[in-house]
């Protein structure tokens, strides 16, 4: 997968001139990856689909703000992140915690015996545990175990992603890391 912080093209570098053509070729180049970071952070996949989509139209329209020392990524992924977290607040108050509707990323890839159905069941249970957990962890943490460890971005990207030095970024997964673990631990003597 292309690195979504790598440096920009020319289409990106000249965005407060963006033609329609240009800005529907850099939604074909970042969607897929907004929709994973949007799912990573909601945990529901329609919602993901409807708010990367949205942050799509508002990056569009509010195109004049766009900055291009920073990179399209960089600005577009405040965006979205914006729209997810306000999307969860919203939807905590109505509906409760957002835990019950998380649903799994993406299939497990299996070799050999794993596709017994005991090896699979037990690998589904591990995978809603750590989703489960996941969505236990602040904002913050959240998003920087997604942005590590599902989109598979550096230190460095992760940190021009969000506007922060690299060891800000270190700093909140270390603890991201370490929460996650307790979190895990203590499911696991609870069951």
Avoid at 111 to 140: H, Q, S, Y
Wanted: with cysteine; glycine share 4%.
């Amino acid at each position: 997968m292309e690195s979504l912080c790598q440096q920009e093209s020319p289409i990106t570098q000249h965005a407060r001139r963006f033609s329609k053509y240009e800005f529907e070729l850099i939604v074909r180049k970042y969607m897929k990856d907004a929709y994973l970071i949007a799912l990573g952070l909601v945990g529901n996949r329609e919602d993901a689909l409807d708010l990367s989509q949205e942050a799509f139209v508002r990056a569009y329209r509010n195109m004049k703000r766009f900055n291009p020392n920073w990179g399209f990524f960089p600005w577009f992924y405040q965006i979205l992140k914006n729209l997810c977290i306000n999307h969860l607040r919203r939807r905590r108050a109505e509906r409760g915690r957002w835990l019950e509707q998380l649903e799994a990323h993406e299939p497990t890839r299996a070799r050999g015996d794993c596709f017994a159905p005991d090896a699979v069941a037990e690998r589904n249970e591990t995978k809603d545990r750590v989703w489960a957990a996941i969505g236990k962890l602040d904002d913050r943490h959240r998003e920087v175990i997604i942005l590590r460890h599902f989109q598979h971005l550096s230190y460095e990207q992760i940190a021009q992603a969000l506007f922060c030095n690299k060891g800000t970024v270190t700093s909140r997964l270390y603890y991201a890391h370490k929460k996650l673990k307790e979190i895990l631990d203590r499911e696991k003597g609870g069951q």
